[in-house]
């Protein structure tokens, strides 16, 4: 069975490196412990030069919701223009109204930045799903995206299975599901059969540490966990791990 494969990652090295591993494309965002920010224009850049791997950006101008104002929107319109520029093969974001459906006019605003290019509903739908997702799916299908990025309305995507499945089913052929959520090598072929999608999003990180930061006890940065000087780095032997084991078994 074909599928493919998307790692999100936190850098140009991580990004890079999964390329290296078998990864069919990346997520390249900023501050994951945040949910995932903006990445640089020269993380894009630099990963482009070097790899012929697929980037999706986060377009995410701060931690929190994702009810942005007018600024907020103007300031993600010219990353999305910035990003594009810079080699990005498509962008990921999701802007939702006070009440929690889609702000459709916010998401036009943006998607007419795209030229064309791959757009990703990320997991914004998850906070909208409730009871019915059938309103928020088609208005995400109409606005023209390309893929939602969902664990199902779950904690992880394995919990979120049948919702995940109904997605699937009820999605236009226009519209990929693209499941997330804790999808590891033990589950992620379990996953993709039983929802029947094509494709998953995963994540391999181990903790890198650069001690700069923490001479001065007296002066912290983070102002959370991790500790001063900790930063995650994908783990190329999980992820290696991941993308064969996952295949080997589709393949049975």
Do not use: W
Not at 121 to 130: N, T
Not at 137 to 155: H, K, M, W, Y
Not at 164 to 170: D, G, P, V
Not at 189 to 210: K, M, P, Q, W, Y
């Amino acid at each position: 069975m074909d599928i493919t494969i998307e790692v999100c990652c936190q850098s140009a090295g991580d990004a890079l490196t999964a390329a290296k591993c078998g990864a069919d494309r990346v997520e390249l965002n900023s501050s994951l412990h945040l949910g995932g920010l903006t990445p640089s224009v020269g993380a894009v850049e630099f990963v482009k030069q070097y790899s012929s791997i697929p980037v999706i950006v986060m377009i995410r101008p701060r931690q929190g919701g994702f009810c942005y104002d007018r600024d907020e929107l103007e300031v993600m319109a010219r990353d999305i223009r910035a990003l594009l520029r810079a080699g990005a093969d498509g962008v990921a974001f999701g802007c939702l109204r006070v009440n929690g459906t889609v702000d459709v006019s916010a998401c036009m605003r943006l998607l007419d930045e795209t030229g064309g290019h791959e757009s990703v509903f990320h997991r914004a739908f998850d906070m909208i799903i409730g009871q019915d997702f059938r309103p928020a799916l088609d208005a995400i299908a109409a606005l023209g995206f390309s893929r939602v990025l969902t664990s199902g309305g779950e904690s992880t995507a394995v919990r979120g299975i049948p919702v995940l499945r109904q997605l699937r089913a009820y999605a236009p052929a226009t519209l990929e599901i693209l499941p997330c959520g804790k999808v590891r090598a033990d589950n992620a072929a379990r996953i993709i059969r039983e929802t029947g999608c094509r494709s998953v999003h995963t994540s391999a990180f181990l903790h890198g540490n650069d001690a700069t930061s923490a001479y001065n006890p007296k002066v912290g940065f983070t102002g959370e966990p991790p500790e001063e000087g900790a930063y995650p780095v994908c783990d190329a032997d999980a992820l290696t791990r991941f993308i064969q084991n996952t295949r080997g078994r589709l393949a049975l």
